[in-house]
Nanobody, 127 residues
Framework: EVQLVESGGGLVQAGGSLRLSCAAS????????IGWFRQAPGKEREGVSC????????YYGDSVKGRFTISSDKAKTTVYLQMNSLKTEDTAVYYC????????????????????WGGGALVTVSS
């Protein structure tokens, strides 16, 4: 059974940091790009970041570049999202996702390419 389980969400003040984790199981870690989407209230789900182990590709959405860092631990089949300098507009439910490796690039890390989704982790940034 495929599982993507997020952890690490919570409440933080603007300017603070959080680290999200996504524990993956039930599929071959290296065969997929794994990363993050987020959905704020009333907005569409947007791609935040992804990492593809097979070719080393990394993608960041424009709104998080320079503030968020994605990394992975192959031995633990876990992907992390370090979020620094958080802003109130980063408030959203963050979803871990897995898709084909070729999707981990500008314009392709979108919802309709995703094969597997996690249940989501709420991140709330207060002012």
């Amino acid at each position: 059974e495929v599982q993507l389980v997020e952890s690490g969400g919570g409440l933080v003040q603007a300017g603070g940091s959080l680290r999200l984790s996504c524990a993956a199981s039930g599929f071959t870690f290296d065969d997929y790009a794994i990363g993050w989407f987020r959905q704020a209230p009333g907005k569409e789900r947007e791609g935040v970041s992804c990492h593809s182990s097979s070719d080393g590709s990394i993608y960041y959405g424009d709104s998080v570049k320079g503030r968020f860092t994605i990394s992975s631990d192959k031995a633990k089949t876990t992907v992390y999202l370090q979020m620094n300098s958080l802003k109130t507009e980063d408030t959203a439910v963050y979803y871990c996702a897995a898709g084909a490796p070729g999707l981990c690039t500008v314009g392709l890390w979108v919802t309709y390419g995703i094969d597997y989704w996690g249940g989501g982790a709420l991140v709330t940034v207060s002012s």
